[in-house]
T-cell receptor
Framework: RKEVEQDPGPFNVPEGATVAFNCTYSNSASQSFFWYRQDCRKEPKLLMSVYSSGNEDGRFTAQLNRASQYISLLIRDSKLSDSATYLCVVNSFSGTYKYIFGTGTRLKVLA | NAGVTQTPKFQVLKTGQSMTLQCAQDMNHNSMYWYRQDPGMGLRLIYYSASEGTTDKGEVPNGYNVSRLNKREFSLRLESAAPSQTSVYFC??????????FGPGTRLTVL
């Protein structure tokens, strides 16, 4: 089983739609959780950190469920510019911080 | 602030040639990382440096060496390039909130 698993997609949604991505992780000792966005042939860029109580940044909402070991990302009112690959990243500490990246979920927002 | 910079952006090598990928950050971060990204796979850690003067192996260190020259700079060296090292290489540095910031990447092809 992969340490971090994501549905690869692609998710094709119309502009204005709400879309949700899930990510599961296997290490129960994981401490920090992030969503990154990666555009084609570009570097990953931090979208948001995910906090235990859940957090929101504009149209984006992230949730963490430690009991079930998954995190989610909800995008409301999708824009064409949201088209990208979304990476789930989990961090744990074992002498030093170790980051495990999911393979990403592709989103395409259609006009 | 430039954030994380990497050079070169593109490189083509012949099997057996050597090269060094350069990375620098101006955010005063202690930890720096080198990853490779291949199609269908998440980012995989090659080497990391928790602080100036220390380096440690990651998941896929074979065929690579690193140098943490000072707090700003962390270089990755391929001593004898192989076709299996064809990949996109990303350098990252980590904030005190454990958020990773990535450079623009180096696209390397080994023939």
């Amino acid at each position: 089983r992969k340490e971090v698993e994501q549905d690869p997609g692609p998710f094709n949604v119309p502009e204005g739609a709400t879309v949700a991505f899930n990510c599961t992780y296997s290490n129960s000792a994981s401490q920090s959780f992030f969503w990154y966005r990666q555009d084609c042939r570009k570097e990953p860029k931090l979208l948001m950190s995910v906090y235990s109580s859940g957090n929101e940044d504009g149209r984006f909402t992230a949730q963490l469920n430690r009991a079930s070991q998954y995190i989610s990302l909800l995008i409301r009112d999708s824009k064409l510019s949201d088209s990208a690959t979304y990476l789930c990243v989990v961090n744990s500490f074992s002498g030093t911080y170790k980051y495990i990246f999911g393979t990403g979920t592709r989103l395409k927002v259609l006009a | 602030n430039a954030g994380v910079t990497q050079t070169p952006k593109f490189q083509v090598l012949k099997t057996g040639q050597s090269m060094t990928l350069q990375c620098a950050q101006d955010m005063n971060h202690n930890s720096m990382y080198w990853y490779r990204q291949d199609p269908g796979m998440g980012l995989r850690l090659i080497y990391y440096s928790a602080s100036e003067g220390t380096t440690d192996k990651g998941e896929v260190p074979n065929g690579y060496n690193v140098s943490r020259l000072n707090k700003r700079e962390f270089s990755l060296r391929l001593e004898s390039a192989a076709p299996s090292q064809t990949s996109v290489y990303f350098c990252a540095s980590t904030s005190s909130y454990n958020e990773q910031f990535f450079g623009p990447g180096t696209r390397l092809t080994v023939l």
